[in-house]
Every structure is written in C-alpha cells, then in structure tokens.
Nanobody, 125 residues
C-alpha cells in the first residue's frame, strides 16, 4: 500500500484547506484511514479517522467542529477539510491506513500499518 498526501500550504488564521490522500492497492475500501500531525518539536498526534465505509468518524478534541474527514472509495482517496484554521494547527499532516476491517477507527498511531510522506500546513496569525 502506498499513500500520497497533498494539499498543504500556507494559509491565514481563519482560513481553510483541504488535504487529500490517494492510496494504491485494493485494500483501501475495507481499511480505516486516519490523519495525524506533527508540529515542530512535538510528538505526532491523532487528528481524525474514518471507518472503511465512512459510517464512523472520530476526531481529536482540538479539531472537532472545525475539521471534517471523508473518503471516496471509488477514487481510493481520503480527505481532510480544515476550516477555521489556527496557528496551532501548523504541522506536517500525515495520512495512514489501518488494514484491519473494523467499524471502530483507531486513534493510536501504532495501530496504523502504512503512512504517507506528509504535507506541510502552515497557518499564519
């Protein structure tokens, strides 16, 4: 499985960005997808995850009501719509895949099997 994340960039506080993550392989449609981020000098943290059919989503408290995760299994792509961005959202954002078939998206990074290369999001104040 290969993941390619893109869509990052520089945005002012209060603005929006949409990240995309394109996946290769036929296991995408049965896998949980997650987004994580890592800010400079900090550990990687969970952002959002979505179950294989999009029926269940989960978010970190820090992004709830501002970010929306979604997926298009026909395109093997998962998205992260980020609204009302804050300077503290600045980080490298990674998408990841959990190959287990489950309706409970996991928030632990160690449960994810493959990772994309990351895309940088910078929010200026």
């Amino acid at each position: 499985v290969q993941l390619q994340a893109y869509g990052g960039g520089l945005v002012q506080a209060g603005g929006s960005l949409r990240l995309s993550c394109a996946a290769s392989g036929r296991t995408f449609s049965t896998s949980t997808m997650g987004w994580f981020r890592q800010a400079p000098g900090k550990e990687r943290e969970f952002v959002a995850a979505i179950s294989w059919n999009g029926g269940t989503t989960t978010y970190a408290d820090s992004v709830k009501d501002r970010f929306t995760i979604s997926r298009d299994n026909a395109k093997n792509t998962v998205y992260l719509q980020m609204n009302s961005l804050k300077p503290e959202d600045t980080a490298v954002y990674y998408c990841a895949v959990d190959l287990r078939f489950t309706n409970r998206p996991n928030v632990l990074s160690e449960r994810y099997d493959y990772w994309g290369q990351g895309t940088l999001v910078t929010v200026s104040s």
